[in-house]
């Protein structure tokens, strides 16, 4: 983004170092995200898409422009930051220049070092990451950035020290947590380690002069310990800090945890405890798990968080005991609300939060003080706090490390009392018992914690008269609590029986028992399954009269009213079901099992969740497909084949098709072929008994349960391999009930070649405008004979043939060889000839046909010499000059030449005009004549002819003549 503009450092003077306050807020997120150690400007004229940045003109000059003016601008914007500049430059593959020219150039117009100019003929998407050197070059400025930041803030530290009058700790607390920030981004931790905890000292012997001095001085030491910790509990430490980050934790929150102001709220000391041990046990989850201590609660993260829960459960409290804070938020809310005043005003976020300062209230609050409105915004903000939830979360974390580590009894008794008294808040009259519910549910392996808040429910809906929910309740605890279960069920039975009432439970396993099979546990579409459950049951009551219900993933297969059967703790009660899947699924899944008992005039509905899955396939093929055929395949021949049928089941009616895909007729490769009026590349008939063409509309497959023979036959046009697509539709009758539509895709692979071999070789190479010979072999090397008829070499208008070789017909029997030679002359410049072998040829006493073949790779060379003539531009009138003549033979023989001269009227020629010169083969000779031009002017230099059998070629010059 190059219209980007960074902030520009004032240059640093000792002067303006202020003793008010620490640090700047948004300092640390300004170093990270906002200045750049180090910028690559990236342009983007590779062709791929747009220009990046837009240029005016698509030359090089106008783009060298373009990147002089970003890096001047940068450059300016960067002053006193120590950061450089690299330049990464995408160009088109076309570029004539090559990347060291354009390096080059751009060094010039920008004045930056070689090593910081990257040009790439690539595409804008290529990662730059592809490039080492540039990898390398921005790592190593960065590093050296950081490096010249930290030298900075020495020499003024330095300064402050010895210039500055008075107290300049602030200041001094100030640098050194600079130091230590910058130094980490370095990377380099002991180095941060020891800045960090001068800033820490410093601030931690600095005495406070009233409570927003002392809260600044917090805020920064928890900002500065924080980042100690992060060191300590980081690679390469990790363990071997441990100790020393608990000890420093302890030690932090001992110094600062006490305070007691009469502005202070109370509720604000458990908050601020509340983040300290969160952020401290989500460092210590770095921790392997092998390095928290068995008898040492601080090195576990669980520990933490448990704490963290009861400091928020103990703000919950404030908020929903504490009168004079309920009497507060009631007054304040009022008042705002009556005044129009929004503390949650979208505009306002991240602005200091004191009413005084917001746009739209500084003329109606006259005579509140700052304090007093920050007192205002934090009493309302945690009135709003979701205390219960966060309360509950955390503690949940803390189960989720305990659990992993060592469950100890003593921590369970203490989560145990903790959460079971989350739930109850003073005030309330109804219990919607959601959370209870949620946190049963999330604590599914801490059966002790589970079986005191279900008992806390129990006693709840008890005394708020919700029977359902009481019976849940005793159900959900039966399962957990061995002994009192009979006690609990008859009591739940009993209750039952003497109401009216519908009660829904999601059974536990500790109940009810489901084993669930397939028989096969593997299907095919269209077969049966045979589905079992065996239901054990754990209730030492007899349930009979049950009715089961089973429901699917797919609701068609789910069974409302299955069977009645009874449940008891003797024997398994079994259940068995056929399944018959007809449709297009992949699986089949058994999602729950639904058990309806009856007592009295009530309904107990116990619901037991499953995932027992059955893997439903693709059908089965009912049709077995062979083809009975005997290669080689010939183009111009009949081709017989045989497809073969065996049905596995009744086939009502079907269909075959042949079709050879699109993506295989297309293509510019050449290959033999017979001349034909049709662009079919084959022909297939069905003998039925008399040959029919086949048409898209398909073979029919007669109505059998039996063998089936279908004969085909083939005709090619073309060589080449064929992989042709055999689909088969039919309509299966597997029984009585089940009829049902079916495809299969068999694919049917032919190498068709054509019916003779044949040869062309080149005796001597062939050149541009010269004679040459080819010689054409055609043999066969089947036992069948094959008449031919003529050969001819058909050319395009690039080269000529002698003419067509004809026979009175020519029988070719297994090892005979007919071989023809032709001459050819070559017109025009060629790297090869492109053309056809035509061969006329066919059974005995059958048709004939005309097959092309496409003639092999026949180099071509242009010449058979090199013709190069040195001759100056002007000379002086009467004075001599040397013209200079190079041949060079591009033919592997020697060759006899005879050069000419004609045409010197107007200069006195010194040499041969006729020569007969013999060049032996790839090598160059050099002729020199020498003339004077006696007449001035532009003159007609003598045109100078080289002949080599019939091969001629000819040069003409011209030259000034001065006087």
């Not at 200091?352 to 003080?369: A, F, N």
């Not at 546990?521 to 349930?543: A, D, G, R």
């Not at 043939?801 to 029997?813: I, K, V």
């Not at 000839?833 to 496409?854: A, F, H, I, Q």
Request: charged residues 25%.
């Amino acid at each position: 983004e190059f219209s980007h503009e960074f902030e520009v450092r004032r240059e640093a003077r000792v002067e303006r170092q202020s003793s008010e306050g620490f640090l700047k807020l948004g300092w640390t997120t300004k170093r990270k995200k906002f200045i750049p150690a180090v910028a690559l400007l990236v342009f983007d004229w590779s062709g791929a898409r747009f220009d990046s940045p837009p240029v005016s003109s698509p030359d090089w000059k106008s783009k060298e422009r373009t990147i002089f003016s970003y890096v001047r601008k940068f450059r300016e914007e960067f002053r006193n930051r120590f950061v450089k500049i690299a330049v990464l430059v995408y160009i088109s593959h076309n570029e004539e220049a090559t990347v060291e020219e354009r390096t080059n150039s751009v060094k010039k117009a920008t004045d930056l070092e070689s090593k910081a100019i990257f040009v790439v003929k690539s595409r804008i998407d290529d990662s730059p990451q592809s490039l080492p050197k540039l990898k390398k070059y921005l790592w190593d400025s960065a590093l050296a950035h950081y490096r010249d930041e930290i030298e900075r803030i020495k020499k003024l530290k330095s300064k402050v020290q010895k210039e500055l009058m008075g107290n300049t700790k602030t200041i001094e607390v100030r640098l050194d947590f600079k130091q230590g920030y910058l130094n980490e981004l370095r990377q380099e931790k002991d180095s941060a380690l020891n800045c960090y905890k001068k800033a820490y000292s410093g601030l931690v012997k600095t005495s406070p002069v009233n409570l927003a001095h002392y809260e600044e001085i917090r805020t920064v030491a928890d900002w500065t310990i924080y980042r100690i910790w992060c060191i300590h509990l980081s690679a390469p430490y990790l363990v071997t800090k441990l100790k020393e980050a608990v000890t420093l934790f302890k030690s932090h929150i001992a110094k600062y945890r006490n305070l007691k102001h009469k502005d202070v709220l109370l509720f604000e000391r458990w908050k601020w405890l509340t983040d300290q041990f969160v952020r401290f046990g989500r460092l210590l989850e770095s921790v392997p798990r092998n390095a928290y201590e068995v008898n040492n609660l601080w090195t576990q993260p669980g520990f933490y968080y448990m704490t963290a829960s009861n400091f928020v459960y103990r703000r919950m409290e404030i908020t929903t005991h504490d009168e004079d804070f309920i009497k507060s938020v009631s007054n304040w809310q009022e008042f705002i609300k009556n005044a129009g005043f929004r503390v949650k005003d979208p505009d306002y976020v991240g602005k200091s939060k004191t009413l005084v300062s917001h746009p739209l209230q500084s003329e109606m609050i006259e005579g509140i003080s700052t304090n007093d409105q920050v007192k205002i915004i934090k009493t309302i903000e945690e009135a709003d706090f979701q205390h219960l939830q966060v309360s509950v979360d955390l503690a949940l974390s803390a189960a989720r490390f305990y659990q992993l580590t060592i469950p100890m009894p003593r921590v369970v008794d203490q989560l145990n009392y903790f959460l079971v008294g989350l739930y109850s808040k003073k005030g309330e009259t109804q219990m919607s018992f959601s959370l209870e519910e949620e946190l049963i549910q999330r604590m599914s392996n801490w059966k002790g914690i589970s079986a005191n808040i279900l008992d806390r429910m129990i006693q709840d809906s008890s005394i708020l008269g919700n029977t359902s929910k009481n019976l849940e309740s005793k159900v959900q605890m039966a399962a957990l609590n061995q002994e009192k279960r009979k006690e609990l069920l008859e009591n739940t039975f009993q209750t039952l029986n003497e109401e009216f009432l519908q009660v829904q439970v999601e059974c536990p396993r500790e109940l009810l028992t489901p084993h669930i099979s397939y028989s096969p546990q593997k299907i095919h579409k269209y077969e049966q399954s045979t589905l079992e459950v065996k239901i054990q049951s754990f209730i030492p009551v007899v349930m009979e009269n049950v009715r089961i219900a089973l429901m699917f993933s797919d609701n068609s297969f789910n069974l409302e009213h299955h069977e009645l059967i009874t449940l008891n703790s003797e024997h398994p009660a079994v259940i068995r079901q056929e399944l018959l899947v007809k449709h297009e699924i992949s699986e089949l899944e058994l999602k729950q099992i639904i058990l309806n008992y009856e007592v009295g005039a009530s309904c107990l509905t116990l619901e037991i969740n499953t995932s027992a899955k059955l893997k439903v396939l693709p059908p089965l093929p009912k049709l077995n497909l062979s083809f009975s055929q005997k290669p080689p395949v010939f183009f111009a021949e009949n081709y017989p084949i045989t497809v073969e049928l065996s049905p596995n089941a009744e086939i009502l009616e079907g269909k075959l098709f042949i079709y050879r895909e699109e993506a295989q007729e297309t293509g510019n490769v050449k290959r033999a072929s017979i001349d034909r009026a049709t662009l079919n590349q084959y022909v297939i008939y069905h003998l039925d008994p008399q040959p029919v063409e086949y048409t898209e509309s398909g073979i029919t497959i007669p109505h059998t349960d039996s063998e089936v023979s279908i004969p085909l036959q083939f005709y090619f046009f073309e060589e080449g391999l064929y992989t042709l697509k055999v689909k088969l539709k039919y309509t299966v009758k597997e029984s009585k009930d089940i009829t049902y539509e079916s495809e299969q895709d068999h694919s049917l692979e032919l190498e068709v070649k054509p019916p003779f071999q044949s040869h062309i070789k080149c005796p001597k190479p062939l050149h541009t405008n010269s004679p040459g010979l080819l010689k054409v072999s055609v043999w066969t090397l089947r036992s069948q004979q094959i008449v031919v008829h003529a050969i001819e070499l058909s050319s395009k208008e690039d080269w000529e043939s002698s003419g067509e070789a004809c026979y009175s017909p020519q029988t070719l029997s297994e090892g005979d060889i007919l071989s023809e030679v032709f001459q050819i002359w070559v017109k025009q410049t060629k790297d090869q000839l492109s053309g056809d072998l035509v061969v006329k040829w066919s059974r005995k006493e059958g048709e004939v046909s005309v097959c092309r073949l496409p003639l092999p790779y026949i180099p071509v060379k242009s010449s058979p010499i090199d013709l190069e003539v040195v001759a100056p531009s002007q000379v002086h009138h009467k004075s001599l000059f040397s013209v200079f003549l190079y041949i060079k033979n591009n033919t592997e023989e020697k060759q006899e030449l005879t050069i000419k001269l004609s045409n010197s009227n107007g200069f006195l020629l010194g040499g041969l005009e006729n020569l007969r010169l013999e060049v032996s083969e790839e090598v160059q000779e050099q002729v020199e004549y020498r003339l004077i031009g006696i007449e001035a002017g532009i003159q007609q230099l003598p045109d100078i002819s080289v002949q080599s059998g019939e091969f001629q070629k000819t040069w003409k010059g011209r030259v000034l003549v001065l006087p």
